[in-house]
Every structure is written in structure tokens, then in C-alpha cells.
């Protein structure tokens, strides 16, 4: 299948995907139970024509499809209607706090790619009692839930060392990254542990295989064995991984956020969910959905660059 004919397949998909979620997510925010005009009054009590006006003016008493469908219009047109909760437009909202959450997962991200591949690359090679160590400690940091480790990371290195600050964002770039150190970290340790098993496990089905032993008998170096019979040949299983990782980091970040107090996306629909207010949590789940498809897509793209067997087309991903 030639790229261009799987990209325009690929995207007809994602757009098909996308718009059953936006039904699924709509239709999940209508049935939830509780009433947005009354997380508005804030327990005041309010005559009837006034909760009429409430809902008219959010357009709360139309039916279902009407809603539905004129907020799929609005979406296509770059509009995600106004927040119930902050009476503003959802737009503006995203775009303030999503820069610290995209800057606190790609710091996660670094995190997992380098420590996750240098962890399973060690301990497939080296073996022993480092490979023991390892194997453990990934199974621990597997074990160990993000709102968990935020919780230990806060109290030992925030609270009782001093090291870094409790929580917030700080002014400017050089503090906002100090602070959202320890979160990257506590966001970060399951999926490290996660992809330095994975790793581990690819490399050490490479290394058992027929072509490396042809490899070594010929006298290749064991570095460029290593290097291009076996970690090369692994980083396809790893790689499958990826639109799994980033999704489960885009995720976790409503934990960590809240934990750390960062106003960032992940925080914005934990309180959205709250208060039922249902642009703004719509907006965020349709913004995940689209950045899974995505990382998805991509990965769909250069896994072929890393396997020269896989043709376009001939694999599904499994993130």
C-alpha cells in the first residue's frame, strides 16, 4: 500500500473514531447524573424562571440530539462553547493551561524513553545480580500507582528534605520547570518500570535467536551485535508501546496535578467532572482522544523506518 493511500485511510479512521467518541463522551456527561444549574446557583435556592433562564440560556433543555449535534457543528467550526463553571469560552481555558501540561508530560516522557530503554538495554545484557536489581526495582515501580508516588515523592523530597516545592508553577520558564520536576518524576516511575521490562523482555528474546548466534560465530563485536541484531530488531515491540505510554502519561496527569496543585489540564477536568460542567470536560476528553489517534498515527507511520519488513497497512497498532 503506497503512504499516500494509507494516510488518507488512516485519517478517514481517526476522523470516524473521533466522532464516536464525541457521541460516547456527549452521551456520558447527558446521563451523569446532577444538575449544572444548581453547581451555578452554588446551593442557593432559585425560583423556577430562573432555573428556566439557566438552562435556556446553556441551551440545557434541548434534547439530547439537538445538543449534541450543535456542539459537533460548533467543534468543526474551532468553537468549543463557553465554560458553565468559569463563564468563559473553553478555548481560552485550554489554551492557559495546556502549556504546563504538554511541558509536564514531555518531561515524563524524557524521563520514561531514557531511563526505561537504558534500564532494560542494562539488564538484558549485563545480567546477574544487576539484572535481579533491576527486575525488581521495575516491578516495584510497576506496582507503585502515579498518586501514590506523588504522595511519597512529596512528602520525603518537598515536606521533609526541603529539595523542591510542594506544588504550583512558579513565575517564569527556568521555575516552572524546578517545579514541575517531582511531578515528571511521580508521573513517570510506573511507565519507566513499564518500558524497561518491556525492553528487557524484547531484547532477550532477540538475543536468544537464531541470527545473533549466526552474528557472534562470524565474529561480529558484541557491541554491534547488541546494537544491530538484537536492540534494533527489539525496538519494534517497544515502539508498539509508545501511543500507550503517552496516552497513560496524558491520563495520570489528572492525579499528579492535583496532587501538586499545578493548574493544568489534568487538574481543569477533575474540576470540571465536578461541577458537571460539560463543555469544558467534553473539550479535554475529545483533546485526549485526538492526541491518542495521533501518537497512533505516527507510530503506524515510522514503525516500518525501524522493521523494513512491516509494509504500510500490514500492522495494527495496539496502543
Request: hydrophobic share 55%; aromatic share 8%; charged share 15%.
Amino acid at each position: 500500500m503506497s503512504f499516500a493511500r494509507f494516510a488518507v485511510r488512516r485519517l478517514l479512521e481517526m476522523a470516524a473514531t473521533l466522532l464516536g467518541a464525541s457521541f460516547v463522551i456527549f452521551g456520558a456527561m447527558y446521563l451523569a447524573p446532577g444538575d449544572p444549574a444548581s453547581f451555578l446557583l452554588s446551593g442557593r435556592s432559585a425560583s423556577p424562571a430562573a432555573l428556566a433562564e439557566i438552562n435556556h440560556q446553556y441551551h440545557l433543555d434541548d434534547p439530547f440530539f439537538v445538543r449534541y449535534f450543535r456542539w459537533l457543528g460548533q467543534v468543526l467550526q474551532g468553537d468549543f462553547g463557553r465554560s458553565i463553571e468559569y463563564r468563559t469560552d473553553v478555548s481560552r481555558l485550554l489554551a492557559d493551561r495546556l502549556p504546563s501540561t504538554l511541558l509536564l508530560v514531555v518531561m515524563a516522557l524524557v524521563l520514561v524513553v531514557v531511563a526505561g530503554l537504558a534500564l532494560g538495554w542494562i539488564g538484558a545484557v549485563r545480567g546477574g545480580a544487576i539484572d535481579s536489581t533491576i527486575l525488581i526495582s521495575t516491578t516495584v515501580a510497576v506496582g507503585t500507582p502515579s498518586f501514590v508516588a506523588a504522595i511519597l515523592l512529596q512528602g520525603l523530597f518537598s515536606v521533609r528534605l526541603g529539595w523542591f516545592p510542594t506544588g504550583g508553577t512558579g513565575h517564569g520558564f527556568g521555575d516552572l520547570l524546578w517545579h514541575l520536576t517531582l511531578p515528571a518524576v511521580a508521573l513517570a516511575l510506573y511507565l519507566i518500570g513499564m518500558l524497561a521490562r518491556v525492553t528487557r523482555a524484547a531484547m532477550l528474546e532477540q538475543l536468544g535467536s537464531e541470527h545473533v548466534a549466526v552474528a557472534r560465530s562470524r565474529g561480529v563485536p558484541q557491541r554491534q551485535v547488541i546494537w544491530r541484531h538484537v536492540f534494533r530488531n527489539a525496538l519494534g515491540t517497544v515502539l508498539t508501546t509508545g501511543g500507550l505510554i503517552i496516552s497513560t502519561l496524558i491520563i495520570c496527569t489528572v492525579l499528579v496535578e492535583s496532587a501538586f496543585s499545578i493548574g493544568g489540564i489534568g487538574q481543569l477536568l477533575e474540576l470540571a467532572t465536578t461541577t458537571k460542567d460539560f463543555p469544558t470536560v467534553q473539550a479535554i476528553s475529545l483533546l485526549i482522544v485526538g492526541l491518542f489517534m495521533t501518537v497512533n498515527l505516527v507510530v503506524d507511520l515510522i514503525f516500518p523506518l525501524v522493521d523494513p519488513t512491516v509494509t504500510l497497512g500490514a500492522r495494527r497498532s495496539t496502543a
